[in-house]
């Protein structure tokens, strides 16, 4: 699936604050909630419950928080790039200010993997993060999702 298709400019957040993981997923949910039309409160807390699992920090400063919803009819996903990284208890130990979030519906098992593997795969990318690091506005950081995997399908 290419980027383009499951995000929009509008669910690309540029140097958000938040001074921890917990702060992180607060903000993640509010914007959620505007995107999805679900509380806030509901969102955090199934967000939380899937960071118990275990964290969702997969290395190099970046985390793919994701979860499986009933109430959802469809995927939503958000990109947010931190304003300072924090500790997101990453496995690599290293402070996290790329997030990515997937939230699909409960019965998108395959679709969910799948976008897990491509999203990862994208973001193992240093030259990519690298420029989303570097990116002044949220529109730059879409086209760079966007363009990157509409290059990576083709």
């Known amino acids: ?14 140097d958000l604050a938040a001074g921890s993981k917990k702060q992180a997923l607060e903000e993640l949910s ?3 909630a505007a995107e999805t039309g679900l509380e806030t409160r509901f969102l955090f807390d199934i967000l939380v419950d899937r960071e118990r699992l275990g964290p ?14 009933t109430e959802l009819q469809k995927i939503h996903s958000l990109f947010i790039r931190l304003e300072k990284p924090i500790d997101y ?13 997937i939230l699909v519906p409960e019965n998108s098992e395959s679709k969910h993997l799948t976008l897990l593997a491509q999203i990862s795969r994208l973001l193992r990318d ?9 990116a002044r506005r949220p ?16």
């Open 1 to 14: 699936m290419n980027l383009a298709e499951l995000i929009k400019p509008e669910t690309v957040f540029l």
């Open 30 to 32: 509010k914007r959620a």
């Open 56 to 69: 969702t920090g997969i290395g190099k400063g970046i985390a793919i928080p994701h979860a499986k919803i």
């Open 89 to 101: 208890e990453a496995f690599d130990e290293q402070p996290v200010d790329l997030l990515f979030a």
């Open 126 to 134: 240093d030259d990519i993060c690298s420029r989303l690091r570097q």
């Open 139 to 154: 529109e730059k950081l879409y086209s760079i999702l966007t363009n990157t995997t509409t290059r990576q399908a083709a």
